[in-house]
Nanobody, 118 residues
Framework: DVQLVESGGCSVQAGGSLRLSCVAS????????MAWFRQAPGKERDRVAQ???????TYGYSVRGRFTITQDNAKSTLYLQMNSLKPEDTAMYYC????????????WGQGTQVTVSS
């Protein structure tokens, strides 16, 4: 089974930057559709950014132009570069993957907390 482990979350001030990492293991690595989701207390889990196995990227409206999703296949690692952070970006961030683009999000990490103070 695929295991995903996130890291990089911490507390930062508004306007700052963070880079989250997600290391994938437990399978013979190949590019999978992967994504970053986030969930704030009392809110639904939202998809922040997604990268397809062919490298195509999509972003949620609220983070477009500020966040960048990238994938290092040699390191089996997914990244989320977050710039110009806002207090409303405060949430638990989760890495997710699925076997095929038409599958549901099958594999999830444990999450990493990002807190942005004003």
């Amino acid at each position: 089974d695929v295991q995903l482990v996130e890291s990089g979350g911490c507390s930062v001030q508004a306007g700052g930057s963070l880079r989250l990492s997600c290391v994938a293991s437990g399978y013979t690595y190949r590019p999978l559709p992967m994504a970053w989701f986030r969930q704030a207390p009392g809110k639904e889990r939202d998809r922040v950014a997604q990268i397809e196995s062919n490298g195509m990227r999509t972003y949620g409206y609220s983070v477009r132009g500020r966040f960048t999703i990238t994938q290092d296949n040699a390191k089996s690692t997914l990244y989320l570069q977050m710039n110009s952070l806002k207090p409303e970006d405060t949430a638990m961030y989760y890495c997710a993957a699925k076997p095929f683009s038409t599958s549901g999000w099958t594999y999830w990490g444990q999450g990493t907390q990002v807190t942005v103070s004003s």
